[in-house]
């Protein structure tokens, strides 16, 4: 697994993300939402409801939008019923692209994401076309401390004895990678042991990246971007090297 780039990708969507917070926010309630309606409004029996909680957080999304959220989920409050689905393609050069959709409206999304695959060169695929090149881990990042460095060999083992399946160094970050039913085990371990946890998620991770050249690049990143700023669209999970 090519670690490095999943942190870099993170960190350049945190940053699009903070610029465009509303839109964030309306994102992880609507995951939220669909968390609790499919497993509960407690996160301490809901792995998926504590991971999209986490998410809220990390964006610094306010308590109250995280409560009402949750409300709305479990049928306390009005709110709108939605459905999940993942549209698959390629973009340029052979990069394999996934879109997470939450929608109350499925053949608007399918309108959009196929009008953003058309317009920025890429090519809309079925079900299992590119989904088979990546596999859902629990992801968790621990940004080093130039001021208290972290021992890596210690980290590693903490991790290894938590349940994590990977651990890769760079020198600004340890990530961690584990089996998805492991991943709240091994967090909540880790943050017990007195790290601090930078990023985290369950994800899709790519078995494999694909170089590009600079100047072919922009296109395909274009195509991942217009993806991301749709309403719709929850993630995107691609095979581009960073």
């Known amino acids: 697994m090519?670690?490095?780039?999943?942190?870099?990708?993170?960190?350049?969507?945190?940053?699009?993300?903070?610029?465009?917070?509303?839109?964030?926010?309306?994102?992880?309630?609507?995951?939220?939402?669909?968390?609790?309606?499919?497993?509960?409004?407690?996160?301490?029996?809901?792995?998926?409801?504590?991971?999209?909680?986490?998410?809220?957080?990390?964006?610094?999304?306010?308590?109250?939008?995280i409560d009402r959220a949750v409300k709305k989920g479990a049928g306390e409050l009005d709110g709108v019923s939605y459905e999940e689905i993942t549209y698959e393609g390629y973009g340029g050069e052979g990069v394999a692209i996934m879109a997470h959709c939450l929608t109350d409206n499925r053949?608007?999304?399918?309108?959009?994401?196929?009008?953003?695959?058309?317009?920025?060169?890429?090519?809309?695929?079925?079900?299992?076309?590119?989904?088979?090149?990546?596999?859902?881990?629990?992801?968790i990042a621990i940004e080093q401390d130039e001021d208290k460095p972290i021992d890596v060999d210690e980290l590693m083992l903490d991790a290894i004895d938590a349940g994590a399946e990977d651990v890769q160094a760079e020198d600004d970050v340890i990530e961690i990678y584990t089996d998805p039913k492991d991943y709240d085990a091994v967090k909540t371990a880790l943050e017990n042991k007195g790290y601090?946890?930078?990023?985290?998620?369950?994800?899709?991770?790519?078995?494999?990246?694909?170089?590009?050249?600079?100047?072919?690049?922009?296109?395909?990143?274009?195509?991942?971007?217009?993806?991301?700023e749709l309403d719709d669209v929850q993630e995107v999970y691609h095979n581009l090297a960073d």
Request: charged share 30%; aromatic share 6%; hydrophobic share 35%.
């Open 107 to 139: 053949n608007r999304t399918a309108a959009d994401v196929r009008h953003v695959f058309d317009k920025c060169g890429g090519n809309l695929g079925t079900t299992g076309s590119v989904s088979y090149m990546f596999n859902m881990k629990g992801y």
């Open 196 to 228: 601090t946890i930078a990023a985290s998620e369950v994800t899709f991770i790519p078995d494999t990246e694909i170089e590009v050249e600079e100047e072919k690049r922009a296109k395909i990143e274009r195509l991942i971007d217009s993806l991301e």
């Open 2 to 65: 090519s670690g490095h780039s999943k942190w870099n990708n993170i960190k350049n969507k945190k940053g699009k993300e903070d610029a465009k917070r509303a839109q964030a926010f309306t994102k992880i309630a609507k995951y939220i939402m669909v968390a609790v309606k499919e497993g509960g409004s407690n996160p301490d029996f809901n792995p998926s409801l504590k991971a999209a909680i986490d998410k809220a957080k990390a964006v610094n999304m306010p308590a109250d939008n």
